[in-house]
């Protein structure tokens, strides 16, 4: 069974830091691509980032990009996002989600996801 | 980056056939995926590529395309399919960017 568990959300300040991971299992994690997305309160779905198998290919959002770094650990099955100088306009619940191809010629489909981990960013 | 438009909210009776479309220049060039969210629950991928439903997804989810314009099909709507549908597909921009339509939420009558 497929198993994507995102965790290091929280209540942070605006301009500080966080990082979440994502602990994926039940699949060969190096074989496919991965992503973040996120879906702010009551709001529509939004693509935050994508790495490809080998991290060869990265994608950022323009509303991301400079701020957010994302990895992944194959030997540990772990996907990552390092979000640097937060805005409250970041305020999101984040997903996991594993992508249906390795590479970012075709990535854009997501099959599996997590039940996402809540980032809070406020004084 | 470019976009993709949905209709904010559509309405079907039970038992009935939907379309929900989906459209934008990245249309042109790569395939559509639709994802059904229900409240407090994770998106599901329902259709992907041509028209590809994953295991598990009923068939009376369909996709098709043409030009810059995807749609999803629900042939014979059930109560159960009431939520919110997005549609996404990479950007065409070449940065390796990915794209989400601003969702339809579907209500079944």
Request: glycine share 12%; hydrophobic share 30%; aromatic share 10%.
């Amino acid at each position: 069974e497929v198993q994507l568990v995102e965790s290091g959300g929280g209540l942070v300040q605006p301009g500080r830091s966080l990082r979440l991971s994502c602990a994926a299992s039940g699949f060969t994690f190096d074989d496919y691509a991965m992503h973040w997305v996120r879906q702010a309160p009551g709001k529509g779905l939004e693509w935050v980032s994508g790495i490809s198998w080998n991290s060869g290919s990265i994608g950022y959002a323009d509303s991301v990009k400079g701020r957010f770094t994302i990895s992944r650990d194959n030997a540990k099955n772990s996907l990552y996002l390092q979000m640097n100088s937060l805005r409250a306009e970041d305020t999101a619940l984040y997903y996991c989600a594993k992508d249906i191809t390795p590479a970012a010629r075709q990535w854009g489909s997501f099959d599996y996801w997590g039940q996402g981990t809540l980032v809070t960013v406020s004084s | 980056s470019s976009e993709l438009t949905q209709d904010p909210a559509v309405s079907v009776a039970l038992g009935q056939t939907v379309r929900i479309t989906c459209q934008g220049d990245s249309l042109r060039s790569y395939y559509a995926s639709w994802y059904q969210q229900k409240p407090g629950q994770a998106p599901v991928l329902v259709i992907y590529g041509k028209n590809n439903r994953p295991s598990g997804i009923p068939d009376r989810f369909s996709g098709s395309s043409s030009g810059n314009t995807a749609s999803l099909t629900i042939t014979g709507a059930q109560a159960e399919d009431e939520a919110d549908y997005y549609c996404n597909s990479r950007d065409s921009s070449g940065n390796h960017q990915v794209v989400f339509g601003g969702g339809t939420k579907l209500t079944v009558l």
